[in-house]
């Protein structure tokens, strides 16, 4: 166990203090708190290092950086919140955390923008129409269905063929702009754009027969919050059906196609849906690509437990 008597000593210095509020907050990069926090890289690092050999911080890498973390106590996170109270510049702090965050979404939003109207003639990876027939199968007879994420609205339109109400939800202005005009077009009055985020999306509570993440996942901040949504949206009894990549090590996606995530294992997937409140968990490996990167789709269906009486 740390000492607490070490833990607090660093803390008592106001640099230190202000990281761990920021990666309290969020898993953040050098480079993220160096435009937050206005320090050169040395003595951020050396600040981290400290933090880090006392217990207080991790790291883990993701693509080029290291992002850390706070794995403080959380007595000792009471204790160094009262004491970043008094510390004037953790306000500001945190709103710099906020813009950067904006900035983070405004990335991939500028990704799926650019792509608005040339999805189905460019390549996405994970995208399948093997994989998606897996999980329609499990698609009839919904009355009320969601698509989060939907980018062009593909999958979508499919299930406005079958569901009495399709909601597709997608975070580019353009993509929903797009998306709507083809359901016009194709005179699919039963399907809905709205614009909003995957982690809150702009559906009521408890009104979903189905809800459908293709391909959407990995391009979450945080991909738990994602699910945890989903199960808030779906009626008790109602499904959730996940179509992700697999686990890779492709880095390259994440300039190529804007990923957040290099996919999920199975367990992580179950886990996450587990921790959400899911029942009735079933992963399997959907498809795999022949062609490099050899991606795979991994497939997960899970059910909102009813309510007991």
Request: proline letters at 4%.
């Amino acid at each position: 166990m740390s000492s607490i008597l070490k833990s607090l000593k660093l803390l008592s210095d106001p640099t230190r203090l202000r990281i761990l509020m920021l990666v309290a907050e969020e898993s953040l990069s050098v480079a993220e708190l160096q435009e937050i926090l206005g320090m050169g890289q040395s003595r951020i690092s050396t600040q981290l290092s400290q933090l880090k050999a006392a217990g207080l911080v991790s790291d883990e890498r993701s693509g080029k950086n290291n992002m850390y973390s706070c794995t403080a106590d959380p007595d000792l996170m009471e204790v160094a919140r009262a004491a970043a109270a008094e510390v004037p510049e953790v306000t500001a702090d945190l709103a710099s955390l906020r813009h950067l965050l904006r900035k983070r979404r405004d990335t991939a939003r500028a990704y799926f923008d650019e792509l608005a109207g040339r999805f189905g003639k460019d390549y996405v990876p994970g995208r399948s129409w093997k994989a998606l027939a897996e999980a329609l199968i499990k698609v009839l007879n919904y009355k009320v269905v969601a698509d989060l994420g939907a980018g062009e609205g593909t999958l979508a339109r499919l299930l406005a063929q079958r569901a009495d109400q399709v909601i597709a939800v997608d975070l580019s202005p353009k993509m929903v702009e797009f998306g709507q005009s083809l359901a016009a077009q194709n005179g699919l009055t039963n399907l809905e754009y709205r614009l909003g985020d995957i982690e809150e999306p702009p559906i009521e509570d408890g009104t979903l027969d189905l809800a459908v993440l293709s391909q959407a996942l990995h391009h979450a901040e945080h991909p738990q919050r994602a699910i945890d949504a989903a199960f808030r949206i779906l009626k008790p009894g109602g499904r959730l059906i996940v179509l992700d990549l697999v686990q890779h090590n492709f880095e390259e996606a994440r300039e190529l196609y804007a990923d957040r995530w290099l996919g999920f294992s199975e367990s992580a997937l179950a886990a996450m849906l587990e921790k959400s409140g899911f029942t009735g968990i079933e992963t399997i490996v959907a498809d795999r690509e022949t062609s490099p990167p050899y991606f795979q789709t991994l497939l997960g269906i899970s059910v909102r437990p009813a309510e007991r009486s």
